[in-house]
Structure formats: structure tokens, C-alpha cells
């Protein structure tokens, strides 16, 4: 399939970006399990550190297509791909500007190496282009942002910060994991690299662990440079996996942002909520940038319990829904962020982002609403009950 053709989103997923079963002529890809390839009278030396095995190279055209990128690789995790990519751009001397509100994997490896390797960095707390060009220096090489940011839903506007970096020669980096490429196309928006942990929307099964980069052909080969010495390359069974879960994305996606939107209305009015974290709720101080930015609001969302209600016992009295590290998998998952996703940030720099000990991340999945409700509400009944009746 020609990919400069205009082809549509679920067109894309399904088609574009696999490899022809020219043998058997099978309706899948077929999977070349071989790390070793021919060096001899070949146009390609093929290596699978070098991210170009048959697989890898085709499911690359498939996420580049999505993002509407030039080029991708793929990583064996989504920190993979973060922490590939921001060496590639930073070296001893360099400064970052990043917003405060992150995935706590991707603060910790900044709070954790960048020091050791002599790279500058700031935090933004305003999430404006005059918060983040107060923090720029001569020396600020990239700005890194997030949003949704994870798990307190933040929205920054894309096309400001890209605007801004622009003027100051400056790379832009987004983690676009909690959009997806179904809500939200950055470079479309001027950013220059995205990134995404796989492992969630991508991979959408709780199955794989896998990261992802889209960029132009020359940041790209950037990164490549530091990939193929960071060994960081997904076995080519994940990528075939990979390939396979995301011929679902679209309608996986968008089901989810029906239930996410549906869920967050509901819990928005429920007696026993006391907050809910989602940029499609009016009520969100971000929503008007969301709305501007975004295709839909996702699949995500946080919520705290009116006072008095413990969230772990709640989190165990869920028929349903599951108590889950990770996210955006068909099924509904939850939990508590100071636990688990921002665990190894100290309880200060928590604090400094607003997230609370009570604080609950919601991934919605696709299943009935009514089912959903049903379960958050039985949930609450039962933690209500006095400890003696219990």
C-alpha cells in the first residue's frame, strides 16, 4: 500500500506497515524469528540491535503513519525510549526544561542520572509558555513535556510550547503515551519527537512491554546512534504482537473514550467523590485547551474519595475492576499512584505535583458502562459499612 496515499486511521492500523506473506500469501504478517541475517550480497546488513529486522522495520512504517511522522523505532520499554531519546539530545553541559507534572519513571531517571552525567534541568510548576520560557537558559537544549500528563490528567498547549522552542532553536520531546495517536497527533502540532510507552494503548492487551519513538528522518537517525549502543531493540515475536494489537487501536480507543467521558460525568456528581481528574469534564481547568488539541479525551482518569472513605479498601472490595500496575489494557484497571507509578518520588515532590495518598488512577477499558458503575458503587457501599458489620 502506497502510505503517501491518504488513507484512513483504522485503514492504517490494519493495512499499512506489514509484511507480505509472499509465500503462502496468509492474511498476517509473517514472523522472521532470525537474528542473524546474511551480510553477503544483501542491499541491507540486517541485525536486530540495529532495528531493522523484517518485522521491526515494517511495524515502524505503521507507528510513523499513526503519529504522522517521517520515521520510528521501537524500544523494548517505553523508559527505553525516553531514556534513548534524551541522551541522544543532551550531553555534559546541556539543559532540559521539563514540566513538573510526569510519569514518575521518567522524574526519577532525571532526578537519578542527570546529575551523574553533568546535564542540567528545571522543573516548570506553571504549565505556560511563560512558565516554560522563564526556565529556558543558553545552554537549554530540550523542552520535554506530557499531557494528559499522568495521573492528574494536566493538559499543556502543544502548540505554544512548540512555538516557543522553535524560537529558541530548542528540541521538543512529548510522551503522547496517555493520547494515544487516536486523540492526539503532536507533530501535527510542531513537536518534534513522540514518544509512547506501547506497552498501554499501543499493545492495548497488558500482554507486551514495548516503547515507541516518531520523529523526522534526521532526529531519528539521532536517536538511532545511541540506540544501537544502548541495546535497547524489542524481540521480534513483541513485535509481532505489537503489529497484531494495534490493528485494534482505533476502535479499542475511541470505545474507551465513550466510557472514560461516560464514568467521569458519574463520578463528577457522586456523593461520595470528592475530585475527578478528566480534561473532557467541563469543570477541568485544562478543558479548553483539550478541547482545542485533543480528538477525544482518552481513556484515562483520576478520582479521591470524600474524606473519611480508605481508597485501599476500596481498591479491594472491586469485583470488576482490577487492581493493576499498569494501564490502558480492554480491561479496567486502578490504582494508587503514591504506591506504584510515582512510588519512587519522595512524598515532597509528590506533594509538589498534587498528587495525594487517596489519589486513585482509573484506566477505563471497554467494557458496559452500567457493568463499570455498577462495581465503583458497590465498592463504596461495602467500605462504608462499619468495621464491626463488615
Given at each position: 500500500?502506497?502510505?503517501?496515499k491518504k488513507?484512513?486511521?483504522?485503514?492504517?492500523c490494519?493495512?499499512?506497515?506489514?509484511v507480505?506473506?509472499e509465500?503462502f500469501?496468509?492474511?498476517?504478517?509473517p514472523?522472521?524469528?532470525s537474528?542473524?541475517y546474511?551480510?553477503?550480497?544483501?542491499?541491507?546488513?540486517?541485525y536486530?540491535?540495529?532495528?531493522?529486522?523484517?518485522n521491526q522495520?515494517?511495524l515502524?512504517?505503521k507507528i510513523a503513519a499513526?503519529?504522522k511522522?517521517?520515521?520510528a523505532?521501537?524500544?523494548?520499554?517505553?523508559?527505553?525510549a525516553?531514556?534513548?531519546?534524551l541522551?541522544a539530545?543532551?550531553?555534559?553541559?546541556?539543559h532540559?526544561?521539563?514540566?513538573?507534572?510526569?510519569?514518575g519513571?521518567t522524574?526519577?531517571?532525571?532526578?537519578e542520572?542527570?546529575d551523574?552525567h553533568?546535564?542540567?534541568f528545571?522543573?516548570?510548576d506553571?504549565?505556560t509558555s511563560k512558565g516554560f520560557e522563564?526556565?529556558i537558559k543558553?545552554?537549554t537544549?530540550?523542552?520535554?513535556?506530557?499531557?494528559?500528563?499522568?495521573?492528574?490528567?494536566?493538559i499543556?498547549?502543544?502548540?505554544?510550547?512548540?512555538t516557543?522552542?522553535?524560537q529558541?532553536?530548542i528540541i521538543?520531546?512529548?510522551?503522547?503515551t496517555?493520547?494515544s495517536?487516536v486523540?492526539?497527533?503532536?507533530?501535527e502540532l510542531?513537536?518534534d519527537?513522540?514518544?509512547?510507552?506501547?506497552t498501554?494503548y499501543?499493545?492495548?492487551?497488558?500482554?507486551?512491554l514495548?516503547g515507541a519513538?516518531?520523529?523526522?528522518?534526521?532526529?531519528s537517525?539521532?536517536i538511532?546512534?545511541v540506540a544501537?549502543?544502548?541495546?535497547?531493540?524489542?524481540?521480534?515475536?513483541t513485535?509481532?504482537?505489537l503489529?497484531?494489537?494495534?490493528?485494534t487501536?482505533g476502535i479499542?480507543?475511541?470505545?474507551?473514550?465513550?466510557?472514560?467521558?461516560?464514568?467521569?460525568?458519574?463520578?463528577?456528581?457522586h456523593k461520595?467523590?470528592?475530585m475527578v481528574?478528566?480534561p473532557?469534564?467541563?469543570s477541568?481547568?485544562d478543558h479548553?485547551i483539550a478541547k482545542?488539541?485533543?480528538?477525544?479525551?482518552?481513556?484515562?482518569?483520576?478520582?479521591?474519595l470524600?474524606e473519611?472513605l480508605?481508597?485501599?479498601?476500596?481498591?479491594k472490595e472491586?469485583?470488576l475492576?482490577k487492581?493493576s500496575?499498569?494501564?490502558?489494557?480492554?480491561?479496567?484497571?486502578i490504582?494508587s499512584?503514591?504506591?506504584?507509578s510515582h512510588?519512587l518520588?519522595?512524598?515532597?515532590?509528590?506533594?509538589?505535583q498534587?498528587?495525594?495518598?487517596g489519589?486513585?488512577r482509573?484506566s477505563?477499558?471497554?467494557?458496559?458502562?452500567?457493568?463499570?458503575?455498577?462495581?465503583i458503587?458497590?465498592?463504596l457501599?461495602?467500605?462504608k459499612i462499619p468495621?464491626?458489620e463488615h
Amino acid at each position: 500500500m502506497d502510505s503517501k496515499k491518504k488513507i484512513g486511521f483504522n485503514t492504517i492500523c490494519t493495512h499499512l506497515g506489514e509484511v507480505k506473506d509472499e509465500q503462502f500469501k496468509g492474511a498476517v504478517s509473517p514472523l522472521y524469528m532470525s537474528t542473524s541475517y546474511a551480510f553477503e550480497g544483501v542491499d541491507k546488513k540486517r541485525y536486530p540491535r540495529y532495528f531493522n529486522t523484517p518485522n521491526q522495520e515494517a511495524l515502524c512504517k505503521k507507528i510513523a503513519a499513526l503519529e504522522k511522522g517521517g520515521s520510528a523505532l521501537i524500544f523494548g520499554s517505553g523508559m527505553a525510549a525516553i531514556s534513548t531519546s534524551l541522551f541522544a539530545f543532551l550531553q555534559k553541559g546541556d539543559h532540559i526544561v521539563l514540566q513538573r507534572t510526569l510519569y514518575g519513571g521518567t522524574a526519577n531517571l532525571v532526578n537519578e542520572e542527570f546529575d551523574k552525567h553533568g546535564i542540567d534541568f528545571s522543573y516548570v510548576d506553571e504549565q505556560t509558555s511563560k512558565g516554560f520560557e522563564d526556565k529556558i537558559k543558553p545552554t537549554t537544549k530540550v523542552i520535554y513535556i506530557e499531557t494528559p500528563s499522568n495521573p492528574l490528567m494536566t493538559i499543556t498547549d502543544i502548540e505554544q510550547i512548540a512555538t516557543l522552542a522553535k524560537q529558541n532553536n530548542i528540541i521538543t520531546m512529548i510522551d503522547n503515551t496517555f493520547a494515544s495517536p487516536v486523540n492526539q497527533n503532536p507533530i501535527e502540532l510542531g513537536i518534534d519527537i513522540v514518544i509512547h510507552s506501547a506497552t498501554k494503548y499501543l499493545g492495548g492487551h497488558s500482554d507486551i512491554l514495548a516503547g515507541a519513538v516518531i520523529a523526522s528522518e534526521k532526529n531519528s537517525n539521532q536517536i538511532f546512534q545511541v540506540a544501537k549502543n544502548f541495546g535497547g531493540s524489542l524481540s521480534d515475536f513483541t513485535v509481532w504482537m505489537l503489529e497484531r494489537s494495534i490493528k485494534t487501536l482505533g476502535i479499542r480507543v475511541k470505545q474507551q473514550n465513550k466510557n472514560a467521558l461516560k464514568l467521569a460525568k458519574w463520578l463528577n456528581t457522586h456523593k461520595d467523590i470528592a475530585m475527578v481528574y478528566y480534561p473532557g469534564l467541563k469543570s477541568h481547568p485544562d478543558h479548553e485547551i483539550a478541547k482545542k488539541q485533543m480528538k477525544g479525551y482518552g481513556g484515562m482518569l483520576s478520582f479521591e474519595l470524600k474524606e473519611g472513605l480508605d481508597a485501599n479498601m476500596f481498591q479491594k472490595e472491586l469485583k470488576l475492576i482490577k487492581s493493576s500496575m499498569s494501564l490502558a489494557g480492554v480491561e479496567s484497571t486502578i490504582l494508587s499512584p503514591t504506591l506504584t507509578s510515582h512510588a519512587l518520588l519522595s512524598e515532597e515532590e509528590r506533594d509538589l505535583q498534587g498528587i495525594k495518598p487517596g489519589l486513585l488512577r482509573f484506566s477505563v477499558g471497554i467494557e458496559e458502562k452500567e457493568d463499570l458503575m455498577n462495581d465503583i458503587e458497590q465498592a463504596l457501599e461495602k467500605i462504608k459499612i462499619p468495621e464491626l458489620e463488615h
